[in-house]
């Protein structure tokens, strides 16, 4: 909206605000505006969140540590979603239609653990919607998500080829278009582009749900995951530097940076009340809406590969569950103390605060690395 205004209206009558024109401006702008309105706004969040005594369940079987936390004000990640929807809208170029499919990832995937919160507290007892309804409401997204990149593909405004690191030249099809010369093999293509989609979005929408377990260690890692798909997303939207790094450059995508500014602003912003001992906490609101607004991005500039580096940390914690069930079942062992893998380490005797800077510190070296690669090709 500033920028229809103060650029594409006013610009031409006052020329100092050609700065507007520049990505890298309004992305440090809506940085900064996502980290003050979340400061500002944090206050009477949690004010209201106590008045209507919002506050989260703790479950049983969890480390008896945190039975203490029960009651601290919860859902705060409608206070992210916002602090990242209202600098987007404002500085990002409203005309490019990445930046709508981000926003709807991030507010769908929002809208689904607001639902998902709303359920626990009616039902008081950390057990919201079934797992079966919100696998369901994920993939539909997901879906949706889909089809506006298959009508963007028809009209050449999106690539399916995949970056992969190290490599310039090696870019697989997600459609798979060797299949594409057969029509009896049209469903297969599509299935598995779908399905693709899926893994991505939905695996990093609930890798961010599993790691926000202990105070300020699933924001902080959002921090250093956004500020690295933000360099990315700029890169892999500027002509010069994608055809210098060997990137399928997708143009418009340089807008995105402005989203992932704000999820980095917001996060945080948001850390300032989340930390070790928190304020408030994020609930499935916020960070089903990160890992969503994370994967959808990463699909949209075509870098999922590398998203397995960006949210490091995410991935492990993820996996450290689907090991953690998979022996128990077929073994009838565990292979942790605990899982995620974060209660593990609890388990094991570390301080809180000791496991969530190790964390950060494993989610910033693998960030980094992640980064290293665009130019080790």
């Excluded at 309004?26 to 003050?36: E, G, I, K, Y």
């Excluded at 936390?69 to 409203?94: D, E, F, Q």
């Excluded at 991005?297 to 075509?302: E, G, W």
């Amino acid at each position: 909206m500033l920028y229809w205004l103060l650029f594409e209206r006013l610009y031409p009558h006052f020329s100092p605000l050609r700065v507007f024109s520049y990505v890298t401006f309004r992305t440090a702008a809506a940085t900064l505006l996502a980290l003050f309105l979340c400061i500002a706004l944090g206050p009477w969040l949690i004010r209201r969140l106590r008045e209507y005594q919002i506050g989260q369940y703790i479950r049983e079987e969890g480390p008896q540590s945190h039975q203490k936390k029960a009651g601290t004000p919860t859902m705060g990640g409608v206070l992210i979603v916002v602090s990242i929807v209202v600098p987007t809208l404002l500085l990002a170029n409203l005309h490019n239609q990445y930046v709508w499919i981000a926003l709807f990832g991030l507010v769908s995937y929002g809208a689904i653990g607001f639902w998902d919160d709303a359920s626990k507290l009616q039902q008081h007892r950390n057990l919201g919607l079934t797992g079966r309804r919100k696998f369901t409401l994920q993939c539909l997204v997901a879906f949706l998500i889909g089809v506006a990149l298959l009508a963007l593909h028809a009209h050449g405004a999106y690539s399916t080829a995949m970056n992969v690191p190290f490599f310039k030249s090696f870019k697989p099809e997600m459609l798979v278009r060797a299949w594409l010369g057969n029509p009896l093999t049209y469903p297969l293509a599509f299935v598995f582009f779908f399905a693709f989609l899926v893994l991505v979005i939905v695996g990093s929408s609930n890798a961010v749900n599993l790691t926000d377990g202990l105070d300020g260690l699933a924001i902080g890692l959002m921090i250093v995951a956004a500020a690295a798909m933000t360099v990315l997303t700029y890169v892999s939207g500027h002509a010069a530097f994608a055809n210098y790094l060997g990137l399928a450059r997708l143009p418009g995508a340089a807008e995105l940076s402005i989203f992932c500014g704000s999820m980095m602003g917001a996060s945080i912003g948001f850390l300032y009340y989340n930390a070790h001992p928190a304020d408030i906490f994020m609930g499935d609101v916020g960070s089903l809406a990160l890992g969503g607004g994370l994967g959808v991005v990463a699909v949209l500039i075509k870098q999922e590969i590398l998203l397995l580096a960006v949210g490091g940390v995410f991935v492990i914690e993820a996996l450290s569950v689907i090991l953690q069930v998979a022996s128990f079942k077929l073994r009838g062992k565990r292979i942790f103390k605990m899982a995620p893998l974060h209660h593990h380490f609890e388990a094991l005797g570390w301080q809180e605060s000791k496991i969530i800077v190790r964390f950060w510190i494993a989610g910033l070296v693998m960030a980094l690395s992640a980064l290293t690669t665009l130019k080790l090709r």
